[in-house]
């Protein structure tokens, strides 16, 4: 069953899909090397993935599939999942200007219509961990991987979620909102529902379903760094707190 | 290296403890003749956060034991205790409880970062607001993993790490507030104006890598909260603000195989 959640962000992300993609397409498009989140620093540099070369590899939230077309390319096997056709209608755009294919899955990632311990690597950046419920969605990652498979995701730090001023729609040097119970945030009608949790329990979920952490890379911008997702004084504040982060996991046994 | 092998801030540390040590005697016979197991400066409960287990049989060192109160609580469950500190004076409180409670065990004198005891010769380490604030993070960390045995615990309470962005001062201590008021990435040791002690406090990718780097494998992590009920004072923060933001937070890691 699909979840009021996943069906309110599919008809925001196909509503935005479009604009979104104009404005942020060539700069996470970028063909030199695989890089991560709201700054795009290098994978080589944050240790994240490394070679995936021949390795099963599913993004849970794949957007316009720049990822994935950049593994492809470096002998991953890829597969594409998102919640939105029309970022996948993107996706097909970019793979077909890209001479590539592999598969698109258009479902939620809280319910992903693939087989148990099929994938090498699961992955996301700002992708599925972010807009659907990390109670449904860690569970389907763990179930979808191999035993020694790699769970990686990039997300916004549960700080900067306590310190994200809705009304000024920009980041405070204040905590504004509780921590404690985080979990579902719903606060603006026309944005996507976005999940996070406290770090403490994102480390027991993770535990409950055969996840061993391996690392919390919390990303911190060069000074002056470039980004098309963020204004400058926000890339300054994450220059002083992490704005985003990087959880890394292994499937056990 | 000074004298005695001990760090720049231990000796700091060991000389601002020699004179504290005399305030903290009340808090010592209190928590001696409490029964039940309870964390922190909020006093949860560990019957509510489970980072123990069973202990008896267990061989357990408490790593900065300050004046053993928690090892106290863990030899009366069964557990073979030995405490570990570098502060005669908090020492000397721990010995006259040991005789006052009639519950002997081992008081080690010697810093966290450099423990005179053998490889491999327990089955968990635990530390509350000891070794965790008061020793170099790499330094005692990689003690622990020493002194563990294969599959062995580690259990340690430390200031949460909103806590430590948001306080003013420590000593004497004012109220976190709601301003970020000093920045996350590069914190690691903390020096306080009129405060002679060095104190360390990681942030959370900081802690999973150490733990990691030195053979340790995360399994817990329990910020802990004020239950809301509890009107009570404390000086680092309000029971308001610990309702909403981890005020305190215990970390559970398994040395690997």
């Known amino acids: 069953m699909t979840s009021p959640d996943a069906t309110h962000n599919r008809a925001n992300w196909d509503r935005r899909s479009d604009e979104y993609q104009e404005r942020n397409a060539a700069f996470i498009g970028r063909k030199d090397e695989p890089r991560w989140g709201m700054w795009q620093l290098p994978d080589s540099e944050l240790g994240i993935l490394g070679d995936v070369a021949g390795k099963d590899v599913l993004e849970l939230g794949c957007g316009a599939a720049q990822w994935s077309i950049l593994l492809g390319g470096r002998g991953a096997r890829c597969v594409g999942l998102d919640n939105s056709a029309r970022q996948l209608e993107h996706a097909r755009r970019l793979m077909a200007a890209a001479g590539v294919e592999f598969p698109l899955v258009h479902a939620s990632a809280d319910e992903v219509p693939l087989s148990d311990s099929s994938f090498d690597v699961v992955f996301c950046d700002h992708g599925a961990m972010t807009f659907a419920d990390p109670y449904r969605t860690v569970p389907e990652a763990s179930r979808l991987l191999r035993p020694d498979g790699l769970l990686a995701f990039s997300h916004s730090t549960p700080l900067a979620m306590c310190c994200f001023d809705d009304e000024a729609e920009t980041m405070q040097r204040r905590l504004l909102t509780p921590y404690f119970g985080m979990h579902r945030f719903d606060e603006l009608p026309d944005e996507p529902v976005e999940f996070n949790l406290p770090y403490g329990e994102w480390i027991r979920l993770f535990r409950e379903h055969g996840l061993r952490v391996e690392a919390l890379v919390e990303v911190r911008p060069p000074e002056g760094a470039e980004t098309t997702y963020r204004t400058a004084a926000e890339t300054e504040w994450a220059r002083s707190w992490p704005m985003e982060e990087i959880w890394r996991c292994r499937k056990t046994g | ?257």
């Open chain 2, 1 to 257: 290296m000074p004298e005695d092998g001990l760090t720049e801030h231990a000796l700091r540390n060991q000389a601002a403890w020699s004179t504290w040590a005399e305030e903290y005697v009340p808090g010592a016979e209190r928590n001696w003749a409490r029964d039940e197991i309870a964390w922190g400066i909020l006093k949860v409960p560990e019957t509510e956060v489970q980072m123990l287990g069973e202990v008896a049989g267990k061989d357990v060192v408490e790593l900065g034991c300050g004046t053993a109160y928690v090892s106290s609580w863990l030899a009366r469950r069964g557990a073979r205790v030995t405490g570990v500190d570098l502060t005669a004076e908090q020492l000397a409180t721990a010995r006259r409880m040991q005789a006052e409670h009639g519950l002997e065990f081992p008081l080690v004198r010697a810093s966290a970062e450099a423990v005179p005891l053998p490889d491999a010769s327990f089955d968990l380490a635990v530390s509350e607001y000891g070794a965790s604030i008061w020793c170099d993070p790499d330094l005692w960390i990689a003690e622990a993993s020493r002194l563990l045995r294969p599959g062995g615990e580690l259990v340690f309470l430390v200031n949460g790490t909103f806590l430590m962005l948001t306080s003013p001062d420590i000593d004497p201590a004012q109220p976190a507030g709601t301003e970020l008021l000093r920045p996350y990435f590069g914190m690691r040791r903390f020096e306080w104006v009129d405060d002679p002690s060095v104190d360390f406090h990681l942030g959370y990718g900081d802690w999973i890598r150490v733990l990691t780097s030195h053979g340790f494998e995360v399994e817990k992590l329990v910020e802990l909260r004020n239950p809301g009920h509890d009107s009570g004072r404390y000086d680092m923060f309000t029971a308001e603000w610990a309702e909403q933001w981890p005020a305190e937070e215990m970390w559970k890691a398994r040395k690997l195989a």
